[in-house]
Each structure stands twice: as structure tokens, then as C-alpha cells.
């Protein structure tokens, strides 16, 4: 992938096994989002290709990578801020037959048989994550932490099977952490959500994800079991390498 002149991801490649936890870890300026932006459909990549689930989706634009159950986590857009918590989740359902004008008028009793189910879904996900006490706070009102929780239901809102979850653990403080880290484990092994997550926060990667996925200056440097990429020497001077930059 490039920008103008510079290169940010290069050869990079490596597949997600259905079911499974993957963690994308590496160096600041490794290329780790804008591997996900390219997986997302944000950014086309200069070259190379994209598959999901067999399929070419390279030059599919996002909304239809969403349709095929691939999608990011839901940053609470800034307009979002003043809807509720339930608002927001009640706003990312699956498009409803209410959405065109001509089935709207053909059939009022489907439309609202749609709403009263996505309702339902919504008051189901505040419970799954905890949140039903804040339900009609504004999104921009709870904390971080819930935030995140929150993102994670608007992600669960669809009916995703692949999710891209960008650095989760950022600024959530411990306890809302392993809350965090429970429902992604949940979602995983009980509803058969598959993950993709990238983060800084080693205790995280360790506990959830198998395997893990290194980059470093826009390559895969190494793919394996959490404790294999950390022992791994090529990791430790790509990690060393950045601290080393920034002290210069
Ligand atoms: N839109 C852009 N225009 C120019 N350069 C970009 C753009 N987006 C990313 N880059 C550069 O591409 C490289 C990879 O960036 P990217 O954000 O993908 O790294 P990352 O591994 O996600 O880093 P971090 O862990 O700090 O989020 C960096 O050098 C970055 O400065």
C-alpha cells in the first residue's frame, strides 16, 4: 500500500482461519491499521488482493464487504454522541424492510414487526454487555470503558462474522478490560464471531489470541502462539528498533 512515495505495507500476507482470535501486533508504523482499512475497504491497496471467504473483495467497496459479514468495530460517530446508548445500537441494525418508501406503504405491520426485533436485539446486547443501567444516557456521556462495550454491540448489532477491533483495550481501565475481554471470548467461542485485533496491550494478546501475527515496516515478520512470537529475536529488535528511533 502506498502514500505518494512511501510504502506502509509491502508483501504483506497471511490468512485468518474462521473461529479464531487473530492478534496483529508490532511496532508503531508497522502498518497494522492500514492493513485493516484495506480489509475494511477504507483504502485500496496499490496492488495485491484481498479474499474473504474465497472471494475476491479487493475492489468491493465497504458496504458490501459489510453486507458479506465483514466488518470493523463501530466507532460512535461525533453526530452519535447525543443519541442514548440504546439509540445507538438500535441505529446499526440490519437494514429493515422499512427502508424503502414502496415497501413501507405496502406492508405497516412488517415494518413495525422489524422495529419491535431490532428493539429486541438492542435491549438483548445492553444486557449481554452489561449497560442496561446507562440505556438512556447519552453515548457521549459513559465512560470510555463503556464506550468500547458499546462499539462492541454495535458490532454484534449486524450479523457479523468477521470483526476488525482496533486497538480495544485503549484507554478502558482494568476492570472494563477483562468485562471486555470476556464478551470478545463470548462472542467467539459461543456465537462464532472471528476476530481480528490489533493492540498494544501484551496481557491482552497473550490472554485472547492464538495465533498472533507480527508486523513490522508494512511485512508479517513472524505468525505463530503468543509465546513463540515473543521469544522470537527478529520481534525484540523490531520492538527494540522502534524505541531506539523515538530516542533519537
Ligand atoms: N494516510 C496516510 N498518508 C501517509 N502515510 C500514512 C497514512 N496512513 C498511514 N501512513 C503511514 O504508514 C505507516 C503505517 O501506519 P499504520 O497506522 O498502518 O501503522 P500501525 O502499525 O497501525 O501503527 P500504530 O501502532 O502506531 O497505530 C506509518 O509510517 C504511517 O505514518
Redo the contacts with the bound molecule.
Keep these: 500500500m502506498d502514500?505518494?512515495s512511501?510504502r506502509?505495507?509491502d508483501g504483506c500476507s497471511f490468512s485468518v482461519a474462521k473461529g479464531s482470535i487473530t492478534g496483529l501486533v508490532?511496532?508503531?508504523?508497522?502498518?497494522?491499521?492500514?492493513?485493516f482499512n484495506m480489509i475494511a475497504g477504507a483504502l485500496r491497496p496499490s496492488g495485491g488482493r484481498i479474499a474473504y471467504r474465497g472471494e475476491d473483495i479487493t475492489a468491493l467497496a465497504p458496504d458490501r464487504r459489510f453486507h458479506k459479514g465483514a466488518v470493523r468495530t463501530f466507532q460512535i460517530p461525533h453526530e452519535f454522541h447525543h443519541l442514548s446508548v440504546i439509540e445507538n445500537l438500535m441505529v446499526v441494525a440490519p437494514a429493515q424492510p422499512g427502508e424503502t418508501l414502496l415497501s413501507n406503504w405496502f406492508s405497516r405491520a412488517r415494518v413495525r414487526k422489524a422495529e419491535a426485533e431490532t428493539s429486541r436485539r438492542a435491549w438483548e446486547a445492553l444486557e449481554f454487555l452489561e449497560l442496561t443501567h446507562v440505556a438512556h444516557q447519552r453515548a457521549g456521556q459513559i465512560s470510555g470503558g463503556q464506550k468500547k462495550l458499546l462499539e462492541l454491540g454495535r458490532t454484534i448489532m449486524t450479523d457479523a462474522e468477521l470483526v476488525l477491533l482496533d486497538?480495544p483495550a485503549a484507554g478502558v481501565n482494568r476492570t472494563l478490560l477483562r468485562k471486555l475481554e470476556e464478551k470478545i471470548e463470548y462472542l467467539n467461542r459461543e456465537r462464532g464471531y472471528t476476530f481480528i485485533l490489533?493492540e498494544?496491550d501484551m496481557e491482552m494478546i497473550e490472554r485472547l489470541c492464538e495465533p498472533v501475527i507480527c508486523?513490522a515496516e508494512?511485512k508479517v515478520l513472524i505468525e505463530g502462539s503468543f509465546q513463540t512470537v515473543r521469544s522470537d529475536p527478529r520481534v525484540l529488535e523490531a520492538y527494540l528498533g522502534e524505541r531506539q528511533g523515538a530516542a533519537t
Design positions: 502514500f505518494g512511501f506502509a505495507v508490532g511496532p508503531n508504523g508497522a502498518g497494522k491499521t492500514t492493513v486497538e490489533i498494544h508486523m508494512g
